[in-house]
């Protein structure tokens, strides 16, 4: 999948575009602006005072300025205190991407010499994040209502470092937009085999791409998961990518596990139809899994790491399971299905036994659209962290807070596990009402081994978003990709 916008680290020879685009910081004065005349530089201090422009991160100034007896439009773009210029970026592409426009020149003179290749790289990655809109089954879009801008030129730095620094944002950015692109895709279209289908193509930038169909999951014994498949005409399937950048072949890797449930009706305990469009993104685990997986293999990271998801449809045929079922885990643990809505878990607890029992990870993360329950805590801010591991949840929150992808963490303990226990079986799959969001959880690390150190991220409230926000437009958000490549980057990298 190309990337929205072509990046150019150099002058746009053709020298077409009609607006040049300034970042500057909070306080800026213009005497840091590129050689502009006096009269210009008057110009500019009197419409950023009437505008009350300081260079707020994200905020615009548009100034039309005379240029050799023409005249050319300039937009000041403020990167705030913080040198955000991956929001300054996306602020500028928020406001150009429709306009008409085609490209846009960016300008760096504000930007301190020896950081305008990281700036300019910076800048790039928020530009192409806001970029992102999938139009395809758009046929009777207005020509005016499409985008327009295509290019971005940055010429006030060295093209071989900018390039060199654009590499890695690039590859992140490319992970996220293929996270948003099978977040986005209706049910109709994406289901676990065309999933799987679209994955294979990592193969070609050096990912192992493993896949076991419905046959190889019934001998591996996974009941639970295909408890959950059995009501669906679609076939389920496993999806494992390793990357090993360590360079050693026996090493022990990290694991991401991901909820791939390409859509979730509630099966025969069926849910409300209002809304329930929504569970076509009820795959956003999964997704961020092969985003974060294809980030990783694009900028070749020195570490082990395997990604795993399950994929199912959530359906109630004639051949769907019953609320009091009970079903055989991989793991041999029974679970008396109380309600076959509360699907991710009976997804997520055979994967997690079968990446266990073939890769022997140290370290697990599993991220899922698990539970409503989350969106009542949290909204639509933090994802819900769970963990067995103190180390392991400091690091997720740290590397929330420097990626953008926020997490808080929720306790865990033995009064909520014991709210599991059932009549029939080794455990129910769901807990009271209350705390919903723990008991699921809970759930899964009984089938967690003794020695693994492991995170449980609910990011329910995280994958979709009704309005826009400064890096993505109304829809799917690519939420866990920039989280975990941080967290790798910060921990797993030599
Ligand atoms: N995929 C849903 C969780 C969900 C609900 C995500 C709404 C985003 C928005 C999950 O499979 C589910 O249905 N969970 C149930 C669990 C309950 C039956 C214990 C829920 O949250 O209602
Ligand atoms: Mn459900
Ligand atoms: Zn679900």
């Known amino acids: 999948m190309a990337l929205p916008l072509n990046i150019y680290f150099k002058a746009d020879t053709a020298d077409k575009q009609a607006v040049k685009v300034l970042p500057v910081k909070e306080g800026f004065s213009v005497s840091e602006l590129p050689d502009f005349s006096d009269e210009a530089r008057a110009l500019i201090t009197l419409a950023a005072k009437n505008a009350r422009f300081t260079g707020k991160e994200g905020s615009l100034l548009e100034v039309v300025l005379p240029e050799k007896g ?59 994040l806001r970029g992102y809109k999938l139009d395809n089954y758009r046929t009777t879009l207005s020509d005016d209502k499409k985008p327009s801008l295509k290019s971005l030129y940055f010429a006030e730095v060295d093209q071989k470092e900018a390039e060199k620094a654009w590499q890695p944002f690039s590859a992140l950015a490319e992970g996220i937009l293929f996270t948003r692109m099978l977040v986005t895709e ?60 360590t360079g050693k072949p026996d090493s022990r890797p990290v694991a991401f596990v991901g909820k791939g449930v390409t859509f979730d009706s509630g099966g025969i305990s069926l849910k409300p139809g209002a809304g329930m469009e929504g569970m076509k993104w009820d795959m956003g685990g999964a997704g961020a899994v092969v985003g974060v997986m294809k980030a990783l293999a694009l900028r070749k990271a020195k570490a082990d790491i395997i990604g795993v998801c399950g994929l199912v449809e959530n359906m109630p045929d004639a051949n769907a399971q019953r609320p009091g079922d009970v079903v055989k885990t991989m793991s041999g643990q029974t679970v008396e299905v109380i309600n076959t809505d509360a699907e991710g878990r009976l997804v997520l607890c055979d994967v997690l036994t079968w990446v266990q029992k073939n890769y022997k ?15 009542i805590s949290l909204g639509h801010e933090y994802g819900g962290l769970f963990s067995n591991c103190e180390k392991l949840a400091d690091n997720l929150v740290k590397a929330g807070r420097s990626s953008g992808d926020a997490l808080w963490r929720l306790p865990m303990g033995d009064a909520y596990d014991k709210l599991l226990d059932s009549h029939i079986a080794d455990m129910k799959n769901v807990g009271p009402r209350y705390g919903g969001s723990i008991t699921a959880a809970q759930f899964l690390k009984r089938f967690i081994d003794k020695d693994v150190r492991w995170a449980h991220l609910d990011i329910a409230g995280m994958v979709w978003a009704d309005k826009a926000d400064t890096f993505w437009d109304k829809g799917a958000t690519g939420y866990g990709v920039r989280l975990l490549n941080q967290l790798v980057s910060d921990n797993f990298e030599k």
């Open 361 to 375: 990870p140290e370290v697990i993360i599993d991220l899922a659209t698990l539970t409503g329950a989350m969106i």
């Open 70 to 128: 023409n005249v050319r439009q300039y937009v000041l773009v403020g990167f705030g205190n913080d040198k955000a210029y991956d929001k300054a970026g996306a602020a500028v592409v928020a406001r150009f991407l429709t306009s008409g426009l085609e490209s846009l020149a960016i300008d760096l003179a504000a930007v301190k010499k020896k950081e305008t290749a990281k700036a300019a790289a910076s800048f790039a990655y928020g530009a192409v």
């Open 186 to 245: 209706p049910g109709n279209i994406l289901y676990p085999e065309s999933f799987v289908e679209h994955c294979k193509p990592l193969a070609e930038i050096g990912l192992s791409v493993e896949i076991l169909d419905e046959a190889a999951l019934r001998e591996a014994g996974m009941g639970a998961l295909l408890g959950v498949a059995q009501g669906s005409a679609r076939s389920p399937r496993l999806l494992a990518l390793r990357w090993n950048g």
